[in-house]
């Protein structure tokens, strides 16, 4: 995942910046979001991805056309995927249970829904993990 962000937009990334993104490059007035380092605590991280779930209501007027547009932010979803490496965890996350996850859209406590494991011959064994959060439950968004 990568996302770009003028120098305007710092405040916004604010101290989430470095916590989703391990390294940083800066050059002029932009800013990178490089790597998974740091991401899930020590777990090594393949890939993190998050996106807002957003519910789109359109509203039409009377000859049909969409007049008015409502826009629901009903939460946040995060996948990773990890190294399944045993001696780095002693027990992995229950699902259900609220985890602390921070990205560039801000920090929040999110359930972890999902736990998958996926081994193949002649490569390490890979762990995925799914989280989200609700707006609308407290404690969960």
Same mark, same amino acid.
């Given at each position: 995942?990568?996302?770009? #962000?003028?120098?305007?937009?710092?405040? &916004?990334?604010?101290?989430?910046?470095?916590?989703? #993104?391990?390294?940083?490059?800066?050059?002029?007035? #932009?800013?990178?979001?490089?790597?998974?380092?740091?991401?899930?605590?020590?777990?090594?991280?393949?890939?993190?991805?998050?996106?807002?779930?957003?519910?789109?209501?359109?509203?039409?007027?009377?000859?049909?056309?969409?007049?008015?547009?409502?826009?629901?932010?009903?939460?946040?979803?995060?996948?990773?995927?990890?190294?399944?490496?045993?001696?780095?965890?002693?027990?992995?996350?229950?699902?259900?249970?609220?985890?602390?996850?921070?990205?560039?859209?801000?920090?929040?406590?999110?359930?972890?829904?999902?736990?998958?494991?996926?081994?193949?011959?002649?490569?390490?064994?890979?762990?995925?993990?799914? &989280?989200?959060? &609700?707006?609308?439950?407290?404690?969960?968004?």
């Amino acid at each position: 995942m990568s996302q770009t #962000a003028s120098s305007t937009d710092a405040g &916004f990334w604010g101290s989430n910046f470095s916590v989703w #993104a391990g390294g940083a490059n800066g050059y002029g007035s #932009a800013m990178i979001i490089w790597g998974t380092e740091g991401i899930m605590g020590s777990f090594i991280v393949l890939s993190a991805s998050e996106s807002q779930r957003i519910e789109e209501i359109n509203i039409a007027q009377g000859a049909g056309f969409t007049a008015i547009v409502v826009l629901l932010m009903d939460g946040l979803d995060v996948n990773i995927e990890v190294i399944d490496d045993t001696s780095l965890y002693a027990d992995l996350p229950a699902l259900g249970v609220a985890v602390q996850i921070i990205t560039p859209f801000g920090s929040a406590p999110m359930l972890l829904v999902k736990n998958e494991a996926n081994q193949a011959p002649k490569r390490e064994g890979h762990r995925s993990f799914t &989280f989200k959060s &609700f707006s609308g439950i407290t404690g969960l968004h």
